[in-house]
């Protein structure tokens, strides 16, 4: 590989890892996003969505 390919490759690896890395960090460090999920899971399970338990299950 010539060395242009080989800068470009480094590039494009650490553009696409580092921006994983940095939104794994933005969204570990704000729990709304997680807060907001789970109190929808709790909203749907309340009215009997789809991760409620129904009466003949054990």
Same mark, same amino acid.
Request: aromatic share 4%; charged share 25%; net charge negative.
């Given at each position: 590989?010539? =060395? #242009?390919? #080989?800068?470009?490759?480094? #590039? &494009? @690896?650490?553009?696409?890892?580092? +921006?994983? @890395?940095? &939104?794994? @960090?933005?969204? !570990?460090? *704000?729990? !709304?996003?997680?807060e907001?999920?789970?109190? !929808?899971?709790?909203? &749907?399970?309340? *009215?009997g969505?789809?991760?409620? =338990?129904?009466? +003949? *299950?054990?």
């Open positions: 590989m010539t =060395p #242009i390919a #080989i800068t470009f490759l480094l #590039i &494009s @690896v650490l553009l696409i890892w580092g +921006g994983l @890395v940095v &939104s794994i @960090v933005v969204l !570990r460090r *704000d729990g !709304r996003l997680v907001e999920l789970e109190a !929808r899971e709790r909203e &749907s399970a309340a *009215d969505g789809a991760g409620a =338990p129904r009466a +003949g *299950d054990v």
